[in-house]
């Protein structure tokens, strides 16, 4: 069974940083791709960002691109989001995910997703 369980979650002021984090198991994490995704409350859910299998490539939304930097673990199987200088529009429900297409600046799927973990970004 595949899982991805997201952490680091919680209320920054604006300005602040925050880590999360995607526990992965049930698949062999080193040779997926992987993509964080957001979802702000009353919004479709938007891709933040993208990271190949062995960290050498990253892509990030025009929204998030000099203030977020992705990375991964794959000897601990484990996906991070780094969020620096975080807004309020950055408020919303972040999950990990295994994606099946990555097309930017708009096309995306995935089939394994986490539950995610919250981000309320007070001004």
């Known amino acids: 069974e595949v899982r991805l369980v997201e952490s680091g979650g919680g209320t920054v002021q604006s300005g602040g940083s925050l880590r999360l984090s995607c526990a992965a198991s049930g698949l062999t994490f080193g040779i997926y791709d992987m993509i964080w995704v957001r979802q702000a409350p009353g919004k479709e859910p938007e891709w933040v960002s993208w990271?190949?299998?062995?960290?050498?490539?990253?892509v990030y939304a025009d929204a998030v691109l000099g203030r977020f930097t992705i990375s991964r673990d794959n000897t601990k199987n484990t996906l991070y989001l780094q969020m620096n200088n975080v807004k309020p529009e950055d408020t919303a429900l972040y999950f990990c995910?295994?994606?099946?297409?990555?097309?930017?600046?708009?096309?995306?799927?995935?089939?394994?997703r986490g539950q995610g973990t919250r981000i309320t970004v007070s001004s």
């Open positions: 995910a295994r994606p099946t297409s990555f097309s930017p600046p708009d096309e995306y799927e995935y089939d394994f």
């Open positions: 990271i190949n299998f062995d960290g050498g490539s990253t």
